[in-house]
């Protein structure tokens, strides 16, 4: 029985879910809210708004261009989608904390077993894969890029497969998969796709006879990719001056966290075992990490003469040097690397490059386990002990996840009962507002795109001149005068009024879900003492116990019009609003409260996006479009007659449709042939 | 032809190969060309302590000048860990003719500079009728503590006083050029830096040689068979005893192990053994906090486990194909 059951594929695979489930238990038998970091809780209100086709502009904030349309895919339509129907503990687990748990024990598996055609070899590397302690801090927090790595082995599978057999449909399989993994993370893809251009070279040097047709699968690989993406590059290409200084920042950080030999030996600087990932300072490496690199580099010795570990071997060198970033040796090149090689300045951490080391670890460890165990000059026993060490060490790393040690996304929350009832009388409101939250929005923030919410920190330090910034001198300067500084001046009644911004809230100090918004020394009462001496704002009680909310009872809408006319307006999506006006004006100053971008236009008369495209003239010229004093938009428009259709419209949008119908196309093709090829040879 | 290629044109290559690799290296370590420098000894010390230099201690010195024009004193340091820069010491150094009064150059300086260039240029204005004067310098911690403090390096030379040249009447004149830079380059082997690393440059001709003349002679042969040691035992001497950071020194050793490695297949086998006894020195390295070496010893671990993979992978395509 012990035979069948140490070749039975299902049995070791149900093992390694089984293994990853029990680690991560809360997240799968338990219904807690878990947020922590970067990881927020996202409350339904606002996700169900984001069930629509793709949109260059997104209503968050003061308004923005969607930099997360990358991952239109699932962080908005699979997302919002399963929000229709289940709250937020269910649809976050399904669409991102199960994914990243369940994906790796299949893919990893799958890909390791692939390569030593053993099951046991496979549940092995799941271990290492699942286990290792950057996996395990990037499980603290960053999901999307966890899941977009966790799938990444299964583009390689069916990568690998096109080019052995030749086959179309295991590379139409392969994109398929690859527009998942950019729904998930696209910065994963570039990584996953490294690794794959790294296989396909290798295959190139050694299979001559099959390079042509090689280069067709991986020509179809790429414009399957790229044409299903259309949607968000199109938006991108038009959008680029947006995010110059968000995607690409000029410094490289972390730079000496990363020397080695912490890449040769799989450890994360910032794992600290029980206390999870604390950035606080570099750890100290646990002993038994030092035993890593030597069974990853003994699967390669004992195997060196299959080509395919000579190449898993070659991509952990790769990832130890890169990851490695300033350190030695040869510390000229990845700065070299970063400031000449388009996209490489994606990677301004090096810690991405920790991917290429686990997933090539995981097979070569998986390769020595293989080895190990069809060698006959060990005893049972020794083998045992081996395959028990191996095992140990990353179970160890993963007794921290089990025993919530590790604390982070691994800790439940609580949402306090006062952010609940700010949220029913916030959301019950049928006008237009902004929720301005001192000092930074809290995790527990509920909003949708009528009812936006902002914090001042992330305000104050985002490029926004209609701000007057408070004059530090020197750099001794206290948080509490950089916060309400903005609120001494004699303009700041006028920008609230300006941003809609009708309630200024004053956030809660939680620390019993960690969430430390104040520093040292300040404390949320002064605050509310500064602002209770505001004029133009009102406390009012709305049955919070500590939260403390102020009114401004002037805030204007989204839209004003100077002088006053009478219209009805309808805003089909955030990037259209319809206006019918009744009365008639000659010249009004429409005033729209988004941030401003020249991408906004107006266009008199019916409206039509697919026109927009081929017609320059389709809008109002863009000197009607100004910059308001406080960073709105503002547009003149002439001789408005009754009954007249007005639209504003987010230009760069009807290219992103345009784009839309292209990717939808495609990956309906693509499906439809997948399945034809699979179904019916 | 081929002969003439194989014992003129390669030995030629190589030597200037050396040369030039030499001369680069002599560059990095002075980057000033118009600079001549000159070792000292640990007796020009008055004060040297080589403990760690915590708050309040120094180190004094005391040097007759060889020349006109001094304008840099070198001190070669020890740093144990990289520290953040808010928590590196403060390090003073000064200076002045002997018996002066006030001092003539007073200047601080963090701890973390000496981290990445070991032996340290403290420059200063130039004094011009500098020769043959003697001179005190001091070197004084202000935040020195166990876990930032630095000490003076015990490998020689300890000590060096740098002068600068007049440049214009160098280029005037050829023949005082070409005599400068002669002497530039041999006051360079003074260095036990530019000794070591100029006879690792050497290294490729001295392997090309025994490549050359191992047929006519058995024990040339044997000699090959283990000069994969005696590449361990440089790597080891760079560990332990040279200490600095040299790209050129990484990359010509790496060529070398990795010519050897193509020429014998069982040094595969060696350098994967070498690779995990540097890698395992690593922990013991981190128990008495010592950075620089510790990330030292897993460069040299990563590199000769580079080679290993570089060797399969070349033995594998010669012999099946995919």
Known sequence: ?681 | MHTVLTVFFIPVLLVFVWFTATAYSIIQLDPSFSILSYNHSKKDFTELPFRKILRGMQVSGEFTAEENNLGIIAVRFRSYQRVAYDDEDNIIFRLKEKNAHDWYYQHTYKSGLFYLVPFYPFGFPEIADSKNKTYVFDIVSTQGNDYNAVSIGSREPILAAKYKENMSKLLENKKEMFLFLSRKFLNAFQLVDIQFFSFVYFLPLILYFLLLFRIKYVFLVRLLAVFDYFLFLLIIIDLFYVQIQSELFYFFVLILLSVVALLNKKTGYRYLTAGFLFLLFCPFIALVKMDALEEKSASWAFLLLSVCVFQAGVYLQKKHSF
């Open chain 1, 1 to 681: 029985m012990w035979h069948r059951l140490y070749h039975s594929t299902a049995f070791w695979l149900t093992l390694s879910v089984l293994v990853c489930v029990i680690v991560y238990w809360r997240w799968f038998f338990t219904l807690n809210i878990f947020a922590w970091g970067d990881w927020g809780y996202q409350n339904r209100e606002f996700i169900r708004q984001l069930f629509w086709i793709p949109q260059a502009w997104h209503r968050e904030f003061l308004g923005m261009v969607d930099i997360g349309l990358p991952q239109y895919l699932i962080a908005r339509l699979f997302y919002a989608a399963a929000a229709q129907i289940v709250p937020f503990v269910l649809y976050d687990r399904l669409v991102f904390l199960w994914p990243c748990v369940l994906l790796p024990a299949f893919s990893i598996f799958l890909l390791v077993k692939k390569v030593t055609k053993n099951a046991f070899s496979g549940f092995t590397g799941v271990l290492v894969y699942a286990f290792n302690s950057y996996i395990l801090t990037l499980n603290t927090g960053e999901l999307t890029l966890s899941t977009a790595y966790a799938l990444g082995p299964f583009l390689l599978i069916f990568f690998q497969q096109s080019l052995e057999k030749l086959s179309l449909r295991s590379v139409i399989y392969a994109a398929l998969i690859g527009l998942l993994v950019i729904g998930y993370d696209p910065r994963g893809f570039y990584l996953v796709v490294f690794i794959l251009l790294l296989y396909f070279s290798y295959f190139f040097i050694l299979n001559p006879q099959a390079r042509v047709k090689s280069v067709m699968l991986l020509g179809t690989f790429f414009s399957i990719i790229l044409l299903s993406n259309l949607y968000w590059i199109i938006a991108f290409s038009q959008t680029v001056s947006s995010y110059v200084g968000i995607a690409i920042n000029t410094t490289i950080v972390g730079q000496y966290s990363y020397i080695l030999p912490r890449p040769l030996l799989l450890f994360s600087p910032w794992w600290s075992g029980g206390n999870g990932r604390d950035v606080s300072a570099i750890q100290p490496i646990p002993w038994y990490f030092w035993s890593i690199p030597l069974f990853a580099f003994l699967g390669f010795w004992v195997n060196r003469k299959r080509s395919v570990v000579i190449f898993w071997a070659f991509v952990a060198l790769i990832g130890i040097f890169l990851t490695k970033s300033l350190g030695e040796p040869f510390n000229a090149i990845y700065p070299w690397l970063y400031a000449h090689i388009p996209g490489f300045n994606a990677f301004r951490d090096a810690a991405k490059f920790y991917y290429l080391i686990c997933i090539s670890y995981s097979v070569l460890i998986g390769c020595f386990v293989s080895w190990l165990l069809s060698a006959r000059y060990f005893s049972t026993w020794v083998k045992i002990l081996v395959i028990l060490i191996i095992s140990g060490v990353f179970l160890f790393n993963a007794q921290f996840v089990m025993r919530g040690e590790i604390g982070h996304l691994m800790t439940p929350r609580h949402i306090p009962g006062d952010y609940l009832v700010l949220r029913n009388y916030i959301l019950k409101q049928n006008n237009f507002m902004r929720v301005l939250y001192i000092p930074e929005f809290p995790r527990w923030i509920f909003r949708d795109v009528d009812h936006r919410a902002l914090g001042l920190e992330m305000l104050l330090g985002s490029n926004w001149k209609s701000l007057d910034d408070y004059n530090k001198i020197g750099p001794d300067y206290s948080l509490y005068d950089d916060l309400t500084g903005m609120f001494k001046k004699q303009s700041s009644h006028e920008l609230l009024n300006a941003w809609s911004i009708k309630y200024v809230v004053v956030a809660l100090e939680d620390r019993e879900n960690e969430e430390t918004m104040y520093p040292k020394n300040v404390h949320p009462s002064e605050f509310i003492s500064f602002f209770d001496t505001l004029p133009y704002l009102k406390r009012i009680f709305i049955g919070t116990k500590q939260l403390v909310v102020y009114e401004n009872s002037n805030a204007l809408s989204h839209f004003s019009f100077d002088p006053s006319v009478h219209y009805s307006a309808s805003c089909p999506d955030a990037t259209t609003c319809h206006f019918v006006f009744s009365t008639h004006a000659s010249f009004v100053k429409f005033s729209f409260n988004e941030a401003y971008h020249p991408g906004w236009k107006i266009r008199l008369g019916s409206f039509s996006w697919w026109n927009s495209l081929w017609d320059k003239n389709y809008f109002l010229p863009d000197t009607l479009h100004t910059r308001t004093q406080y960073g709105g938009n503002a547009f003149l428009l002439a001789d408005i007659r009754p009954g007249q259709l007005v639209t504003l419209y987010f230009a760069p949008q009807a290219s992103v449709n345009l784009g839309t119908i292209i990717s939808s196309l495609i990956i309906f093709l693509s499906l439809v042939l997948v399945i034809k090829l699979t179904f019916f040879r």
